[in-house]
């Protein structure tokens, strides 16, 4: 093994999922950058490797729905990085627009593939790995403020990061005895929306904070999560919203 440990950041050729890995690398963590587009993963690695040199990042090309392709992305993590010690579930879809009375079902599957399935199959994937090495290990789930409240203007991505927060407890619990950790955290509005690259400067945030979230607040907190300093945290969802729920603006 390596005596560097090993992060998996799933969806991290952009927004959240970026900052989180480049914020890890920084910890002398090394990086699994998992993507669908393989041009975005290799991206962020080379950052990462332009920083802190060869062997602090990899670039993987993964489905993460697809059970046999993350089976060989940690398997690939593991052979080149030297194991598994993290994994930051963060991949995620949205349906936009339509509501319970036209969305159509494959649309609903597919966010639920993305947002829960992906969750579900490469922690299955990563806990095995953290087990047999033995030596415990921290997960985090990315939620969304729309898990609490729901959305007028959408109905599978509320639904299927509602689901996270009950996944997220029972891997807590049935983890737990193997030293793995497993916790949440619920962004609101941080950078780009889901699934697209610009930020729209006419996007309203309003919140308690006075600005918008930028991904680097939601790295940050991730970052802790994972480290021996919350040594006692697990089954945790935990806000970070700028207080954006209190003023009604989560949704």
């Not at 959305?151 to 049935?174: D, E, H, V, W």
């Not at 497993?182 to 950078?191: E, I, S």
């Amino acid at each position: 093994m390596s005596a560097r440990r090993v992060a998996i950041v799933t969806g991290a050729g952009r927004n959240i999922g970026r900052d989180i890995a480049l914020t890890l690398s920084h910890q002398d963590i090394a990086v699994a950058v998992i993507d669908r587009d393989g041009a975005l993963a290799v991206a962020v690695a080379k950052e990462i490797t332009e920083i802190h040199g060869e062997g602090s990042a990899l670039a993987i090309t993964c489905d993460v729905t697809d059970e046999t392709e993350v089976q060989a992305m940690v398997a690939n993590t593991v052979d080149v990085l030297g194991g598994v010690h993290y994994l930051v579930n963060n991949v995620a879809a949205t349906d936009r627009g339509a509501t319970v009375l036209d969305l159509s079902l494959s649309e609903w599957n597919r966010i639920f593939e993305i947002c829960v399935t992906s969750t579900f199959v490469c922690t299955k994937w990563a806990a095995r790995q953290m087990v047999e090495q033995g030596a415990g290990g921290a997960i985090v789930n990315i939620g969304s403020t729309s898990g609490y409240y729901g959305r007028a203007n959408a109905l599978a991505y509320p639904t299927a990061k509602s689901a996270l927060f009950g996944l997220t407890k029972s891997m807590a619990i049935q983890l737990g005895p193997h030293g793995i950790r497993v916790n949440l955290v619920a962004p609101n509005r941080a950078g780009s929306p889901v699934g697209q690259d610009e930020i729209n400067p006419a996007r309203k945030t309003p919140n308690l904070i006075g600005r918008a979230a930028q991904p680097a607040d939601i790295a940050h907190v991730v970052r802790f999560l994972l480290s021996n300093e919350a040594g006692f945290v697990t089954g945790a969802d935990l806000l970070v919203d700028g207080g954006a729920l209190l003023v009604g603006t989560g949704n």
